[in-house]
């Protein structure tokens, strides 16, 4: 089960606090997974389709409930799904199908025409508990979120770009930062980025969703901490082994060219204790000394030897 699927799962087991929320996801539901057929003069069916049970068991409730009709509900194998069972709910009776679109505010009669109308009305989304229920049906009836383990991104995918404006402005209105772009014939309302898509799921309701993104982002932030760490570590390693590597073969030109007795005592000391510990750090280099001496002392003497190779190269 997808991570997706299981988000929409749980959103669509959620109570309803009351009628006008109810109305509000139906007419979500309706711009973003209807398909209306016309059967005649001015004589409508309404269809919606879904491959999640509780979803399509939410549509088939809020439809009694509103409309107290019995609305046919037909489940057959959806070969685009991978042979994934897909649940139809249909509304056959004309006058409940209009009712329907009436109420989303998708239709308007002008002259004995029906018209389509794709803004969402005012009325529908007043108030915040009715914006957060219009946000909710429209992810139930078209949105996805990707598993959060891969990437962040959740996303409305819209058939019309009236009505992806106005839902992107919807979600906006809770100050986030929704955007949109066409795909093939659709409108994709998308964010990308992880607190977002945290904040939309809090308003949405699906709070379960919300936890595991969380402990995923959690989990993230921590290995990514680990990760830089690890590389920063291995990166002083390797100059801390070069930096050996390169004082080890200087000494060695000055022992070949005028010997290491030849140096001063403190430069001396330093040289002797580096050839027998190459794997020491400098402040371990700096413990051994006879009067002990700091990183920044014993690098200091370091660099003198290096120095003093250097003058011998250019002589030999």
Do not use: W
């Not at 609305?71 to 994934?84: A, F």
């Amino acid at each position: 089960m997808s991570f997706s699927f299981k988000t929409k799962n749980s959103l669509a087991r959620l109570e309803f606090e009351d009628e006008i929320t109810r109305r509000t996801e139906l007419a979500a539901f309706v711009r973003m997974n209807a398909t209306v057929k016309l059967v005649g003069l001015n004589k409508l069916k309404l269809k919606f389709a879904t491959e999640n049970a509780a979803i399509a068991r939410r549509i088939f409730s809020i439809l009694k409930n509103l409309y107290r009709i019995h609305t046919e509900v037909v489940v057959r194998k959806n070969r685009q799904l991978k042979k994934k069972n897909l649940y139809v709910v249909r509304v056959e009776d004309s006058d409940v199908a209009i009712q329907i679109l009436k109420d989303s505010g998708m239709i308007f009669e002008l002259a004995d025409v029906f018209n389509m109308d794709y803004v969402v009305p005012e009325e529908l989304i007043d108030n915040t508990e009715l914006m957060r229920a219009y946000i909710r049906g429209s992810f139930l009836g078209g949105g996805s979120i990707n598993d959060p383990e891969k990437n962040y991104h959740l996303e409305f995918v819209s058939h019309n770009h009236i009505h992806a404006r106005d839902l992107s402005e919807i979600i906006n209105s809770f100050d986030l930062n929704s955007k949109i772009v066409k795909r093939k014939e659709n409108y994709i309302v998308y964010l990308k980025e992880s607190e977002q898509i945290v904040d939309l799921l809090n308003i949405m309701g699906a709070h379960n969703a919300l936890l595991e993104v969380e402990n995923i982002r959690v989990m993230k932030g921590m290995r990514n901490n680990i990760n830089r760490i690890v590389n920063c570590e291995t990166a002083n390693l390797s100059k801390t082994i070069d930096a050996a590597i390169r004082q080890c073969e200087n000494i060695q030109i000055i022992e070949s060219m005028i010997g290491i007795e030849k140096l001063p005592p403190n430069l001396r000391e330093v040289a002797r204790l580096r050839i027998e510990n190459q794997e020491a750090s400098l402040k371990e280099l700096g413990e051994m000394l006879t009067i002990p001496l700091g990183k920044s002392g014993v690098n200091h003497r370091l660099r003198k030897i290096d120095k003093i190779a250097d003058e011998l190269r250019g002589k030999s």
